[in-house]
Nanobody, 125 residues
């Protein structure tokens, strides 16, 4: 059973950097044909795809982030990390990491093969 868990700060100031880590168990992040995604849901809005990393470490992002996001990984720890800079109040959301076997961007978390419980990130001074 694949399990994902997000961790990181709950509060970030505007213009600062957000780093969120997804720790994976039950599957290696280097397994072929797996896509490791980050998504978020702002208050009162729908799920938004941020980007994903493939098993080779290549990453792809939504244009809506205006090149502010990156994804890195630590294969020894089986973790991948989302970084967004600079953060703005409109980045306030619940952030999720998720796994799928396709590059398709799903509209609902339940369409992914596995996902974390989510972590609240608030951007405020």
């Amino acid at each position: 059973q694949v399990q994902l868990r997000e961790s990181g700060p709950g509060l970030v100031k505007p213009s600062q950097t957000l780093s969120l880590t997804c720790t994976v168990s039950g599957e290696s992040i280097t397994t072929a044909n797996k896509h490791w995604s980050w998504l978020r849901q702002p208050p009162g809005k729908g799920l938004e795809w941020i980007g994903y990393m493939t098993h080779t470490g290549s990453s792809f992002f939504s244009p809506s982030l205006n090149s502010r996001a990156s994804i890195s990984r630590d294969t020894a720890k089986n973790q991948f990390t989302l970084t967004i800079w600079p953060m703005a109040p409109e980045d306030t959301a619940v952030y999720y990491c998720a796994l799928s076997g396709t590059s398709y961007v799903f509209k609902r978390l339940s369409e992914y093969d596995a996902w974390g419980q989510g972590t609240q990130v608030t951007v405020s001074s």
